[in-house]
């Protein structure tokens, strides 16, 4: 299998640098460290700057993208790190677009309460006062870029519309194996109080990301405890539901986040005072619906308001008590499929999703009478030639394994997965 020289590696010759933070240059000797600023948009990303403030270092003018098939080859060797490069970011056929816009219409009552009620939930449990004494405004907002970082605005309107407060929101990255941006922790700690910290992502797989910030932030003043929209996983206590179903900005990547990459962290563009770092794509703005996301689901706050805050309220009755049911599913599907990775298992409909778009995918396995929810991943896995499998007794509505054995012979000319 080919190694590191697969990826991008460095930047090409004539790239501008990408600000003050393009490489791993040495502190110097008894130099105290400066913290970087955040970034805002409409120079990055293409969110209103009081949105989300994006802790992160700006990479657009570095080349990082390489091939689905050359990443991974070069992921599952041991020859680079999944965030050490960048997908070809994934441009949807007309047919696929339509797609989304029809689940975006059908679930965005749904996403509104769920948005609501992990709102309510946060107000309640972790919505201490800051020096006006009023409750929820000691809160911060720390979304996992990029898939968080839609739900920490939608959480933040809400919390705006349903209760006067503004919350500072920021985007921050976490890395699996590599832990959350230490560089951005030393931020939010100089800025705001650690304990008013809330980290905020779109939804849980196998709970991977839930272990990783735990780990991470276990000897920390911030509080480890992640909120999510949806937790099929079963993973954390903070969420809007546990039933996985399609929250739409899975379906697509950049357009539906703002144009912003996933995070990037290399060492020879990343130094220790730097956030991670990530692209912003300026040229897809032709494509981008992250705004019609956010507008879409923020017009259904009023109609779900009373049963938002009902619902906070029977959550915060229930034993909420992580079970880890989705880790324990998707070690029993690794060994069944003689998969023995769970890395390559993703469970639930926004990591399959991205399987589809940005990995080699090998198989989808769907839950039997799985409905409307799924139509975008059997569009996928119809256009790259992936079979789509019904199984029983899935707790998800479907897991899309990661093809286990990769290497060139996994493709065919038109890049479609074989068995």
């Not at 972790?126 to 970082?149: F, Q």
Request: hydrophobic letters at 40%.
């Amino acid at each position: 299998m080919p190694t590191t020289h697969s990826l991008p590696t460095h930047p090409r010759a004539g790239d501008t640098p990408p600000g003050d933070s393009t490489a791993a240059r040495p502190r110097p000797p008894g130099a105290r460290p400066t913290l970087p600023r955040p970034l805002h948009g409409p120079s990055f990303s293409s969110y209103d700057a009081q949105e989300v403030g994006w802790l992160l270092t700006d990479l657009s003018q570095v080349a990082l993208e390489a091939p689905t098939e050359e990443r991974e080859e070069a992921v599952q060797s041991g020859g680079a790190h999944y965030a050490e490069s960048l997908p070809v970011e994934y441009q949807p056929s007309p047919e696929y677009q339509e797609l989304f816009h029809q689940a975006l219409r059908g679930s965005a009552h749904r996403i509104a309460l769920a948005v609501g009620t992990v709102a309510e939930a946060l107000l309640r449990e972790r919505g201490g006062a800051d020096a006006t004494g009023a409750p929820g405004s000691g809160l911060v907002l720390a979304s996992l870029a990029r898939a968080g970082t839609p739900v920490g605005i939608l959480i933040r309107r809400w919390l705006a519309a349903v209760h006067r407060i503004e919350v500072p929101h920021y985007a921050v990255s976490i890395v699996r194996g590599r832990g959350i941006d230490p560089v951005a922790l030393r931020y939010l700690a100089a800025h705001h109080d650690p304990a008013g910290v809330v980290f905020v992502d779109g939804w849980t797989g196998k709970g991977a990301i839930t272990r990783e910030l735990a780990a991470a932030l276990a000897d920390t003043p911030f509080d480890p405890e992640l909120a999510v929209l949806a937790d099929p996983g079963r993973c954390v206590r903070t969420y809007g539901t546990r039933d996985d179903f399609l929250i739409p900005s899975a379906c697509l990547n950049s357009t539906v986040s703002g144009l912003v990459s996933r995070t990037v962290l290399r060492d020879d563009l990343i130094g220790p005072d730097d956030f991670h770092g990530a692209k912003h794509y300026a040229e897809l703005a032709g494509a981008d619906v992250s705004q019609a996301f956010l507008d879409t689901v923020t017009d259904h706050f009023p109609a779900v308001r009373q049963e938002a805050v009902a619902a906070a309220l029977l959550l915060a009755a229930e034993d909420r008590t992580p079970t880890w049911e989705g880790w324990a599913a998707v070690e029993r599907i690794s060994a069944e499929y003689g998969i023995n990775n769970v890395n390559l298992v993703k469970p639930g409909v926004g990591e399959t999703t991205r399987v589809m778009l940005r990995r080699v995918p090998w198989r989808v396995l769907a839950r039997r009478g799985a409905g409307s929810d799924l139509d975008h991943v059997r569009l996928l896995a119809a256009q790259r030639g992936v079979p789509v499998e019904e199984v029983d007794d899935l707790p998800y509505s479907c897991v899309g394994l990661i093809h286990p054995q990769y290497n060139r012979g996994a493709t065919d000319e038109q890049g479609q997965a074989v068995t």
